[in-house]
T-cell receptor, first 118, second 115 residues
């Protein structure tokens, strides 16, 4: 079974600064997808960024980028120019590539609570 | 429309009540999910429906009864719940398949309190 570990229960950052959230995972599969979801106090889980394991290039979405190290099974999220609206719980998640092989399941990490200080 | 709509947003029910949670999406997704989330914890998968058929039940107690009447709707019927069932219940939907664009879209959840 796959596991996802987020070792930082809480992080804080000053507005406009950069912060990196860590995520490691364990799997025996070679093809899979990784996601970062954000859950603000409004409760809705919002996709921040996705990474396909077969792609070497790190995904980027505006101020959000990842550092994907497949051999090390590491998938960190970097938030640049942090804004007050970035304050939320961030979950790292894993999904198998094949639907029939547990591809319907998202395996979540425990989450990192990010505080943005003005 | 990339929305998953859940109703109600808040629900308080007694242990002898019967209630239902509703979820709706119009994105053409053929996979729909129920998750349970406790405070400051990640969501836990409860059920997965694929093409309106139940494909995964994560050993959820029978006091939770899912239903998928059509490809856009997902219900969760609740009966004789316990106080420990109080949680945020999240509905999600996605395309089915191995494409990465099958990321799940989540609703805002129903905050359930069992008294």
């Amino acid at each position: 079974a796959q596991t996802v570990t987020q070792s930082q229960p809480e992080m804080s950052v000053q507005e406009a600064e950069t912060v990196t959230l860590s995520c490691t995972y364990d799997t025996s599969e070679s093809d899979y997808y990784l996601f970062w979801y954000k859950q603000p106090p409004s409760r809705q889980m919002i996709l921040v960024i996705r990474q396909e394991a077969y792609k070497q290039q790190n995904a980027t979405e505006n101020r959000f980028s990842v550092n994907f190290q497949k051999a090390a099974k590491s998938f960190s999220l970097k938030i640049s120019d942090s804004q007050l609206g970035d304050a939320a719980m961030y979950f790292c998640a894993y999904r198998s590539s094949g639907w029939e092989t547990s591809g319907s399941r998202l395996t979540f990490g425990e989450g990192t609570q990010l505080t943005v200080n003005p | 429309d990339t929305e998953v709509t859940q109703t109600p947003k808040h629900l308080v029910m007694g242990m002898t009540n019967k209630k239902s949670l509703k979820c709706e999406q119009h994105m053409g997704h053929r996979a729909m999910y129920w998750y349970k989330q406790k405070a400051k914890k990640p969501p836990e998968l409860m059920f997965v429906y694929s093409y309106e058929k139940l494909s995964i039940n994560e050993s959820v107690p029978s006091r939770f009864s899912p239903e998928c009447p059509n490809s856009s709707l997902l219900n969760l019927h609740l009966h004789a719940l316990q106080p420990e069932d109080s949680a945020l219940y999240l509905c999600a939907s996605s395309h089915r398949g191995g494409d990465p664009n099958t990321e799940a879209f989540f609703g805002q959840g129903t905050r359930l309190t069992v008294v």
